[in-house]
């Protein structure tokens, strides 16, 4: 029976219990398989023993190892444990120790893994220790291990040399019964005895330090052969025809396979515990017994290489044995049969497993690889980083997110702190041939604790530019939750001091460092890409971005206070074993397609002008195919880009990101450059905008020279119709010429542009006022067919305005027009304007430049209420136009029937309603009085047209009566267009007016019907709406500006043109709402490799799409349309690219949910495109 | 039972498979707490670190004069297998029939009892080597406690005549061995797991 003191527990436990059982007092260790389990246990039994050991997780092996071994020049006794490479990290140390040695015992452990498992390499650390010269200890088995540490101590202590202890992986993660032997309690008091010709020794005493070191293993050999607890023979005998040197594991392999084969008495087992120094005179001796020798030992050929006469040896270096992988017992049962075989001894045969492995293999399993666990944030961030860089690289490096390969985003991964390394080589790299590509290292925090820093400081040192992504979960995660620094937590769970990732990263001298909630994919996803934004700006340089979140496996209860339960909605089964779209159950018309939209700046256009299309062409400088696309809807882009209220810019969705883009700028600065000298546009085909159609039968009269007239006439000749055009005026242009301030539109660009319709072929009659002395019936019989009224609204509707008839008192039309026609303007040195829309500032601003005083403009409502455009608000300020807002004229005061001021009182207004209009609710007292020599009212203006008498139908609100489909008047033949159909309106409208006006006129002229399909002119309310999730701020185009000091006396033009460069950079702020652009995007971001591109289009190969929809949710403009099926469709996505092992595909070819291992973290709706991953509301 | 014999000798080499977070580790802490109660010495190896993480987990326990903790392929008495793919893998460990010695026997946990390959039935009983089907996830599901699968799978082996552990000695390791938390669900699971066994499974030969 077990008596109390046996206990089966791990190799690593078994180690731990050597350590205390030999009086341990110092304690030192870096997590890493398979060397983890030693530190918590010792822990362990430090606890339940009350020992006074002291135990810290250092923050890597060569400070573990500097820590334990300075102790142990206090007299105490150390010991250090890490894995196999972890010696690596320490091996600079561990140089010199050797030379200098240990007062206390000081033992290292340092566990291999052969295989490997969970390893870089197979390295063998008994080639460490020969090469470093101190002895090493082999285990074959936990108990051993156990049993070794002791001795190991005491040779330390005797000879003050550091002893290794080397378990393999087998002795480490191996479980045996051991017995617990009582603990030791050796008195050591700190002791450091001061010597520094032995502590700091100079290389003259180095090399007598290395004589010392080669006498100490001189006698420690002479010791080992004489070491027969750990050394010595089984079943010895006088002569041996096979006998067999087996050092550490290998000794419990061989043993249990002579058994097995019935051989135990047979053949003679040299057991080897201490391969160095090497006992040569024992080893040397059995072989002298036998004819033949085999040597097992894990991993390199140590033993044999030091066996001097290797004659009668088989093992690694004559090919008997493998020389890379694990020895595992088929493999040693295989060697030795054969080899029995050779010598004529007699082994039962081994039925083989392979027919069976075949068997099984040929089913073709799934390998079930290692993954992140389910909910682990590591995958968040991953997914995220894949989704921002699809064509990043990616250096990471040791730990959990080492899986991050499964997902595509562990590009490297060398050793502890490279990827942080290897990601600033890669930079400079690259950088050295002028190239930028996005690298993304990613590091866990332990592992940026271990070797991260130094790394990071070079990289910032020498200018490196890349993301590095620190996962921190707070946790030593894949070597068993060991506490991190940034804990607190010391390795025996007191507290200590935590550190701080972010001060660790600010130290290092980074200057851009975010903190992220991996959980938060599409957070993720923007941040990473604001740093690499921040990477490439020329003030830029490395940026640090912390995704931080527990790590899930360990902190269970984490998402158990706010689950996100998840469930999968399916179709109906596919009929083969395959993704639905593969199988065909899809059908065809939700397979992806690219399909451009109406961008909202287009739909919302009157006239439809393609401005996404031109602004596309101006981001890649095609100037001239910019202005071209402009006119094939619109010929006055001169008059446009100044005097277009934008609804197009109202409507812009660059405009919910930050500003919309500066539509009527980039037209303006298209139509001004084509005539400036050095311009890059127009060089070439403007697509035949300037020349008239074949002439057709039809001669059409227009009555009116403003935009509408000037449109419909337009149109009208490129459809080859004669027209003329009467005039009233003595000049063309209505509004834009004698009601605009010149300012805003300089007469050569209005002149320009009507030239254009001059140029086509229409004639003005100017002044020629169409009603009195020349009437519609008249222009009938000139044989006019067709007559278009296009008159505006130039005639001010009576006010109620006391004192408006008195003599300087004038409405802002006629004033302008004055101003236009050259005529008199009376006195003019103290100037009131009334009103608050263009036309009043234009007055306004124009009574400035005329060189009045003073200019007051009283607007009864608040400023931002003012239907002026903003800008123009600003710059009339800051001319010196002063604004007296709430301020309601009540009388216009006069003497001599001269006015000579205007007195008002002040608006109490209401609360703005839903659409921000306010009512006025009262007029306080007391009334003001502001003197002026001049008062510019701001009245409506309606059409005039009582001179046409009663042969112009009319509302009642005073304008030309049409049916709205084809602006036709009841009367036939006569066709109304403008501000004298619509009340006055913007320029755009009267446009839009001109061109439907000209096509209903060329339908009735070529006896068609007017109203057929007419519906669909003008703005489309069917707009596209893109993700602007991922689109960064960015300004706007700065405006440049005629200084104010000469706008004084000028009315040269204000807003001056912006140059080249500016104009592009603001054209690529366009979003390119619902059409193609040629980025790239679904291209790269396709997991499948589906999407190709030829040229300016892309192929989509619907034989490798699994519909999974990225490309959907990634093209930046919304061209790609698949409509998600909101079911899964097995497309596989969450599968391959998310990789949560709580997904997996059921035999049926169906997504399910794993619930035996889901932690209901939810992040996998973020990675179906489907909708068809759910959340379930509990 | 040669294996459990009289005075008390026994030479069991056991693996246990299945995939990370299944609780093969507990399994095998079972199986080492009888052994140790029983006197008998352990030697066996677990998988530790990256395998932990979802992929494939295989635990080799050896009860009785051993000293390598490995057991090799076609050596095995017992197979516990907790998913069906990784039992398809670790197939081959199962020892044939002997002149004298009857083959290794097999449990897995699978929803469909007919799941194994016609051709690979056919070979195993050939050799003598026993295999048993059992739902144990859906057993223990219904418990209320998925996570005791290995548990509802060990209760079912252990109805085995062949199986050489007593049924009542493991539930002792049973209690022993689970957190206080989860004992009593833990021995009902294991219990159901015994009842279903011996429902399925035939009984021994007399």
Redesign the interface.
Known sequence: ??SKE???V?GNEAIARGIVESGCHFFAAYPG??S??ILPAVVRFKKENNLEIYVEWSTNEKVAFENALVASYTGKRTAVAMKQVGLNVAADSLMSAAYIGTIGGFVIISCDDPGP??SQTEQDTRFMAMFAKVPVFDP??PREAQEMIPFAFELSEKYQIPVILRPVM??S?????ITFNPIRRVERKANFQRNPQRWSATPRFRLILHKQLNAKLKNIAEEFNALVALNFIDHDRQKASFGIIAGG?A???V???L??LGLKEEIPILKIGTPFPFPAEMVEAFIEKCDHVLVLEETEPVIEFQIRDKSKIYGRLDGTVPSEGEM???IV?QIISALCKQFSITVPE????T???K??AD?G??I??????SGCAHRASFFALKRAFPTGIFPSDIG?YT?GMNMDTVDTCHDMGAAITFASGLYQAYHQDGKEVPIIATIGDSTFYHSGAPGLLNAVYNGARFILVILDNSITA???MQPTPESGTTADGHPGQPLSIEELVKGCGVKYLRVVNPYDIRGMIREVKKAYRYTRKPEGGMAVVIARYPCITYQKEQLKADPTRVDIRHLPPPEKDLPQMKSGAIPSSLLPVYRDKIAPCQGACPIQVDARGYIALIAKGRFDEALALVRQKNPFPGITGRLCARPCEKVCRRGDVDEPIAIDLLKRYLADMEISLSSPVGKEGAGGYDTPGPEKEGKVAIIGSGPAGLMAAYDLRRLGYQVTIFEALPLPGGTMAVGTARFRLPEEVLNREIDLVKKMGAEFRLNTRVGDHLSLDDLRAQGYQAILLAPGAHKPKEQDLAGQDAFGVIDSLSFLKKEALNQEKGPLSRVIVLGGNDRALDSARTALRLGAREVILLFNRSKKEMPAEPSEIEEAEREGVVFQFLAVATKIISSDGKATGVSFREAVLSQPTSLGRTKILSLRRPEKKLKADLVITSPVYVPGLSDFGGSVAQTAWGTIHVDPLTLATPREGLFAAGDGVTGPKNFIEALAGGRKAALSIHRYLSGEDMRMNRETEGTSGELVSVSIEQVDPQSKIEETLLPLEERRGSFTEVHLLPGEDAVIAEAKRCLHCGACHQCDICMVQCPEGAISRTGETYLIDYEKCTGCRVCVLECPTSTIEMPAVGACIACGLCLKRFEC?SLIRGEDGRVKID???CVDCGLCLAACGQGGIYKVSS | MDQQSESGRMNIQMIISGVGGQGVLLVTRIFSDFALKEGYPVIGSEDHGMSQRGGSVITYLKIGQFDGPLVKKGNADILLSLEKNEAYKTLHFLKPATSGRRGGLGFINAPDAGFMKEEIRNYLKERGIEIDIFPADRVAREMGSIQSTNIALIGFASAHPGFPFLHEKLRQSIERVTPSKFRELSLKIFDRGFIEGHKAIPPALP
Do not use: F
Not at chain 1, 350 to 353: A, C
Not at chain 1, 368 to 373: F, I
């Open positions: 029976m077990a046996e206990k089966v791990l398989t398979p983890s389990e498992h969970s074959s088995s087998r002795v993660h191996a479980q045996q019964t594991i000794y419990a392999m043993r249990d396979t058994s097995e595992l017992p088929e049962t081994i039925t083989p497993t027919p069976l492995e068997m099984v089913l399993l799934p079930r690889r290692p993954t992140l666990c959990c899986l894949m070597t068993g092992p619930r035996l291992t």
